[in-house]
């Protein structure tokens, strides 16, 4: 921290009001409703204490100072509750505890954001100029919609649609892999609303010799560079032409959150959401698989056959991840919770199972000796999550673990340990488990 960084956060720790008062004149909520700084209120503050732009241009993009989201933690996301976890700072990365996933459909505010790059400022994006650019070598008539041309002449769809990080569940892997040490909360089921990417495309025309797409988004590189890229992902042309594949403007009925993608997106449910290109500037059709940033290499693949963990794999003997899959999670109660022995405790959660469903549902009071069927919902479209319930009794006091399994529709269950080790530690999709003290 420099002395200008010092002097706001002791400002504030000592009286956050009346500091309010002596930078604005009278108490404020600094915040725009994103909880995003106004660049005036930025001003007032550098105004009143002296302290110019350099604090806030060291500041990541994405957080508010601690000190005047007056929170204990070091920084508050925007458009974020607080319980989320941050894991990463530069880039933003955060994930949602189990327990705060409970709803059918994920508020957006809940929803874990994971960034490669420097969003773009917020600031700086006008929706009604925003434009999406179409090409590359297999599309027939490149072309350059706005945003407000694009809502005009496509129809609007809606679909609750499953996004998971790859590397969700990451932190569990032995060697552990570099990257976020994501636990479980890289998932989350909002309702998306934008234009289909079949229609989008096939309006500018899909060569024969099409294979793949790619996307390019409006952040920037780590390193500032203009020229490289943060991510440039994408998928083949048969998951791209599905009905569910949209490039999305809005989540859960309203602006999709800024560091969600906002305010144009791709959504490409039950695929590695690395598929799934925020802010997208440009999409392009291609005749080979898309060779873009994290397209390539050993990013966002897994070893075309097992191997032993710690085993280091040439690029040529790993493949790309595609559908993700089957897991669940327990989402009430919280783990660590005391229940009374021989009173039924109802455990729900969701399940999901990428390009599949899932079928069964299973929970385990015993460590996994047995178990018990639990009701699973049916998605309430295609690669939307699903809700399971159960209710468990303790037979004694003591302590147990509520275990969640599920199954797909192709009979594939979730691994009661870790599934395969891989270098990068992708896809780990075991069993959840909570903690419960019977008493
Ligand atoms: N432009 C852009 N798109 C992106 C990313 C990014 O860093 N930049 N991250 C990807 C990854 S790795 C994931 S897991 C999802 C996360 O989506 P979310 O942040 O909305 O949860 O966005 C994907 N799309
Ligand atoms: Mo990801």
């Known amino acids: 921290m420099n002395k200008k960084e010092r002097g706001i956060h002791e400002l504030y720790s000592e009286n956050p009001e009346a500091a309010d008062e002596a930078l604005w004149g009278r108490q404020v909520d600094p915040f725009t409703r994103r909880g995003f700084m106004s660049r005036s209120a930025l001003t007032a503050m550098s105004a009143a204490i002296g302290a110019k732009v350099v604090f806030w241009k060291e500041m990541p993009g994405g957080l ?19 319980g989320l976890t941050v894991l990463n700072d530069r880039p933003i990365n955060a994930e949602t505890p189990p327990h705060l996933l409970d709803d059918d459909v994920t508020p957006s505010d809940r929803l874990f954001v994971r960034n490669n790059g420097n969003p773009p400022p917020l600031d700086g994006i006008d929706p009604e100029k ?81 294979v793949y797409t790619g996307y390019y988004g409006k952040d920037t590189h780590l390193s500032g560079d203009p020229k490289k890229d943060a991510i440039s ?22 602006d999709i959150p800024w560091l969600n993608g906002y305010p144009l997106r791709l959504v490409t449910g039950g695929w590695p959401a690395s598929t799934s290109g925020k802010w997208v500037r440009k999409i392009v059709i291609r005749n080979q698989v898309h060779d873009g940033t994290k397209m390539t290499g050993q990013a966002y693949r897994v070893p075309k056959k097992t191997v032993a963990p710690g085993t280091s794999v040439p690029d040529e003997d790993m493949k790309i991840i595609e559908s993700m899959p089957v897991k669940s999670l327990v989402n009430y109660p919280k783990s660590g919770i005391s229940h009374a022995v021989g009173e039924k405790l109802a455990v729900r959660g969701h399940a999901w199972a990428g390009d599949l469903e899932v079928k069964e549902m299973f929970v385990s009071i015993d460590f996994g000796s ?4 639990a009701e699973i919902k049916a998605p309430v479209n295609r690669l939307a999550w699903q809700r399971w319930s159960a209710e468990v009794k303790f037979p004694q006091t003591g302590y147990y673990e509520v275990w969640a399994r599920a199954v797909d529709s192709d009979g594939r269950s979730q691994p009661m340990i870790l599934p395969g080790w891989n270098p990068k530690g992708y896809l780990n999709n075991a069993c959840h488990r909570i903690a419960v003290q019977a008493v």
């Open 130 to 210: 925003w434009t999406l650019e179409i090409g590359g070598e297999s599309c027939k008539n490149p072309q350059t919609f706005t945003l407000p041309e694009l809502k005009k002449k496509f129809k609007h769809y809606t679909y609750q649609l499953t996004i998971e990080c790859g590397g969700n569940g990451r932190g569990e892997y032995n060697p552990p892999a570099k990257g976020n040490q994501w636990t479980l909360g890289a998932v989350g089921c909002p309702t998306w609303t934008g234009v289909r990417l079949r229609d989008v495309l096939e309006h500018c025309g899909i060569k024969d010799d099409a």
């Open 370 to 373: 047995t178990w018990q069927k």
């Open 233 to 254: 992902r994408g998928v083949p042309i048969a998951k791209a032409l599905e009905d569910e594949s949209l490039i999305a403007f809005a989540m859960n009925g309203e």
């Open 64 to 82: 508010i100072p601690a000190a005047l989201a007056q929170a204990e933690k070091p920084f508050k996301l925007v458009g974020k509750i607080d």
